[in-house]
């Protein structure tokens, strides 16, 4: 019998359909490194490239094994294909470019993609391992990589710039440098913070608390914005509001350090010394941060104003081994034995510097500038910008006189901004230029006066004359540059004044100036006189080179016409 070898239609076999395509020499590369067969697997992964070329997956699966094999050009040949002729948004393959650089010890080809990586990655899926590498292209580097920001932290490093800014008192850059990442990232609330902070230290009350409320908006248990509130209420005075925000705080228990810190020191300026011990006392428990003098000094401060000075000499001496090149801790246990005998023990700063009026006590030391520990040190420049807008005539003047040792960019701009504030007094503002002229700005700066703008050149002497002879500033400049002096601005300015005041009387049969040192000499006299130094001719002519008589004949000639000698009688006795 004949068996029947048709097969009915639609019956199926058993046998499958054999197909060549990209998955089954994917599968075969895979099944071969799983058998460690690195030579297969490459073979079947460039086939997978053969079958699917515009498929980038493949490509960067051939470049992978490349790399696992050593070849690490090879593999960054193939990661170069994939982004400049298949699919330039696979930013990963930056990183992998990095690490076969890095593998071939060539650190600076490596930092140059790990920086394309981390500027145009935004998904941020190496953002850790890239960091690990950035700290290793350093230490091979011998210098800080060269990055500028980080597109799947936007705004993350140029925030921390900002903070560094803050820290190290450079309160108008970070403040410029916030004010730009909260254009580009207005739900970046860390920032808002910190440019509350930045407005704060600056004088600007307004800006900071509108920025607090905006925090507070998005985030109302914000601690950051919270403890930036309660300071700028107890600056205001707003007793009431403050009471309310300084009970929430109170039992306020944070779980991480860094609010913790904040907490602490919120509740030492806000004069809650208990709850500001207590979370000091935390924070030295805390292994990673038990060596900062920063934080012995605060607790120190904490336990002396809750009367637990034995627990605060002994955190003083503490300090004194983790930081001996500083005077902090000697300065308070020398003001401790001082408050033991006199029995009194006033409250005290939770500023780790030495107080304000101690820096200051000395200015003659100052001549030539600040030294960078005071110059530098964030709490004395915030006090200084704090002061040019809040303090009295007195104390404006001393910043501004301050602000020429400072001489810096920062300083410069200070003094700029406070030449267009209308409510300024206008004395203060011709000491302001005076400054600006010691920095060597040049060229017309505006300068608010009686409501109206006007430009002053700081290199020249302020006149309303309509002229200014150069024969006239030479006088001027040489007589400024022989009191000796320069930082005694009111010296300064009042020989300028005297010798426009002079001029001004005379015009237009002003004399032939012939003579620049008796003219200087005359007005460096007069103006000591008035100032009530004690000065003769004898010395003054020594100073210019030139004889008693000439220097007695110049000034006799400018006291006659500006009665200076019955002006300086009123306030000082002169004495020959």
């Given at each position: ?118 500027q ?67 739900d970046?609330?860390a ?42 209420l ?15 705080l ?20 806000l ?11 935390r ?58 005998l ?92 005076l ?14 006066k ?11 002497v ?73 000065m ?41």
């Amino acid at each position: 019998m004949k068996r029947n070898k048709i097969q009915m239609k639609g019956t199926q076999t058993n046998v499958l359909p054999f197909s060549m395509d990209a998955n089954f020499f994917f599968e075969r590369a895979v099944s071969s490194l799983d058998r460690n067969r690195y030579d297969k697997a490459l073979k079947y992964f460039r086939k997978a490239v053969e079958y699917e070329p515009d498929n980038p997956v493949n490509h960067c699966n051939m470049a992978g094994i490349l790399s696992e094999m050593g070849d690490y050009e090879a593999s960054n040949a193939a990661l170069a294909v994939i982004l400049q002729e298949i699919d330039p948004s696979m930013t990963e393959c930056y990183f992998y470019m990095a690490n076969n650089y890095a593998n071939m010890d060539l650190f600076e080809a490596a930092e140059e993609a790990l920086m394309k990586y981390l500027q145009e990655d935004e998904d941020g899926l190496f953002l850790a391992e890239a960091e690990e590498m950035m700290d290793l292209l350093q230490y091979e580097l011998h210098r800080p990589a060269k990055l500028s920001t980080i597109k799947a932290r936007e705004g993350m490093v140029e925030h921390d710039m900002a903070r560094e800014m803050l820290e190290e008192g450079k309160f108008v850059q970070a403040v410029k440098l916030l004010e730009e990442i909260i254009g580009k990232n207005p739900d970046f609330l860390a920032a808002y913070n910190n440019l509350a902070l930045g407005y704060y230290y600056t004088g600007q009350f307004p800006k900071a608390m509108d920025m607090i409320h905006k925090v507070l908006e998005q985030d109302a248990g914000n601690l950051h914005g919270l403890c930036n509130l309660a300071i700028l209420l107890q600056q205001e005075g707003n007793e009431q509001e403050l009471d309310r925000l300084r009970e929430g705080l109170r039992v306020v228990v944070p779980f991480h350090q860094e609010h913790l810190f904040k907490l602490a020191t919120t509740m030492g300026i806000l004069e809650e010394h208990e709850a500001a011990y207590g979370h000091f006392r935390r924070l030295l428990r805390d292994k990673e941060v038990q060596g900062d003098p920063y934080l012995y000094h605060y607790t120190a401060v904490a336990a002396y104003n809750t009367e637990r000075y034995s627990t605060a000499r002994a955190l003083w001496s503490q300090l004194k081994k983790l930081d001996p090149d500083s005077n902090i801790s000697s300065f308070y246990l020398s003001r401790m034995d001082d408050c033991d005998l006199q029995g009194q023990y006033p409250r005290i700063s939770y500023h780790y510097n030495l107080p304000f009026e101690e820096q200051l006590k000395h200015p003659e030391k100052w001549e030539n500038g600040f030294p960078s520990e005071i110059r530098d040190n964030p709490l004395i420049r915030s006090s200084f910008f704090w002061a040019l807008r809040h303090g009295d005539h007195r104390t404006k003047l001393q910043v501004i006189q301050a602000f020429s040792l400072i001489a810096d960019s920062e300083a410069e701009e200070a003094l700029l901004a406070f030449l267009l504030e209308p409510e300024e007094d206008s004395y203060l503002k011709e000491m302001a230029v005076l400054v600006l002229r010691s920095l060597g700005v040049k060229g017309p700066v505006p300068v608010c006066k009686d409501g109206t703008i006007l430009m002053v050149d700081p290199s020249k002497v302020c006149s309303s004359l309509p002229v200014w002879r150069s024969e006239w500033q030479a006088v001027v400049d040489l007589a400024v540059k022989n009191i000796g002096k320069s930082s005694d601005l009111q010296l300064q300015h009042d020989i300028e004044t005297l010798w426009v005041d002079y001029l001004t009387r005379l015009y237009p049969d002003t004399p032939a100036i012939a003579h620049i040192e008796g003219w200087a000499a005359a007005l460096d006299y007069l103006t000591a006189k008035m100032h009530g130094k004690a000065m003769t001719y004898e010395e003054v002519a020594k100073r210019y080179g030139i004889s008693a008589s000439t220097a007695s004949r110049y000034a006799r000639r400018v006291d006659k016409v500006c009665n200076m000698k019955e002006k300086a009688e009123r306030i000082f006795p002169f004495v020959q």
